[in-house]
């Protein structure tokens, strides 16, 4: 699998889940890449960051 699509897979996994078969695909190339491991985990941090951030803005919310 190239690059192109393990990060376009990446991306689409924060917002639903992936197929065992997809999940596995991008697995194997995360082994391989570290390019797309530091991908992986900058998306990662991303997300959360725009979890933790929702979350203080429904505290204010309230």
Request: with cysteine.
């Amino acid at each position: 699998m190239k690059c192109q699509n393990v990060t376009k897979l990446i991306s689409e996994n924060q917002e639903k889940p992936l197929s065992l078969l997809k999940n596995s695909q991008v697995y194997m190339h995360l082994a391989i890449c570290p390019y797309c491991r530091a991908f992986a985990r900058n998306c990662k941090k991303m997300h959360k960051m725009m979890q933790d951030f929702s979350a203080q803005e429904e505290g204010k919310e309230s």
